[in-house]
């Protein structure tokens, strides 16, 4: 399957190849002072950007935006500045530090970093922001770039029932905010939607869609929490368990590992049997989004005079989100899998089904 575009200009092809054969189914740190960046000439088009605790070595979330950020410097032959955030406390001062260094446009890596960017953006007009996971922010000077994951997370719940063979998958976030309850909102409905059509049972763990209540580690940097709740699900007997907040994967893979039982592993954000090698024999798919060519392209657009706050959303109809292949799983799904979650992928695009979630963007 091919990967994801990941410059400007191709995600019109990006979504004209979204049939699952052709998927590539693709928020730590350090003090304000230690920010890595190179030598920009003063006046010259410098986009940057700040990550959320989870750090750009998440191989997930953060690295994904750092990803978008460094395609676009290359394509548009700039340098950049990034900066990681160790906690909360270090979203404001990083973001300072990066309107300090003469940032033309900053990236804020999550939904957290919003009070902290909003602060900046009022103080600095001048400034360009994008934020991603996040459309609160009614500046001119702000963008949002959301993806709605519920429905690449419904494609991923239908095909996590369908493998199952104990009738329980599970799932648990980082935080309980709207960027991570989407993905699971997504899961929950396509388990509901295999039920449905199969006229089976199949029973989530973790994540209560009607109650809207579930599992979560507080964080996202906690991978002794993360491997305790995954412990928890597999003792209920879910063989197949989705963690939503970067980072916090790696718990559940090493639940995984000192278990006895087979369990499947979902990723989030990109294709993660790529990004995570270590793990690779452990995923069964991802619920996967198209960050760095979003990202790039806003901060091509920008550059060329273009900004605007309009939000971006990415959808299965625009190559924004999508689900990844099956990988060492092929052979191990049922054969009428692959064609009936393209079936409900162009259902979804067209509108006949409508992935209903209180957090859809």
Known sequence: MASFTTRRGRA???????ALGSLLLVSCSSAPAESDSTDAAAGDFLPCIVSDEGGFDDKSFNALGLRGVTDAADALGTDHIKVESASEGDYAPNIQNLVDQGCTVVVAAGYLLAAATEESAKANPDVDFIIIDDNSIDLPNVKGVLFDTSQSGYLVGYAAASYSKSGMVGTFGGAQIPPVTLYMDGFALGVA????DKGTDVKVLGWDFDTQEGSFTGNFSDINAAKVLSEGLIQQGADVIL??????????AEAIRDSSAPVALLGVDTDMYTSAPEYSDLFLTSIARDMPLSIATVIEDTEAGDFSKETYIGTLANGGVAISPFHDYEAKVDPALADEIEALRVQIVDGGITVDSPSVP
């Open 12 to 18: 019109a092809a990006g979504a004209a190849a979204l």
């Open 193 to 196: 939607r295999y039920n449905e």
């Open 243 to 252: 963690p939503v907040g970067g980072p916090i994967y790696q718990g559940t």
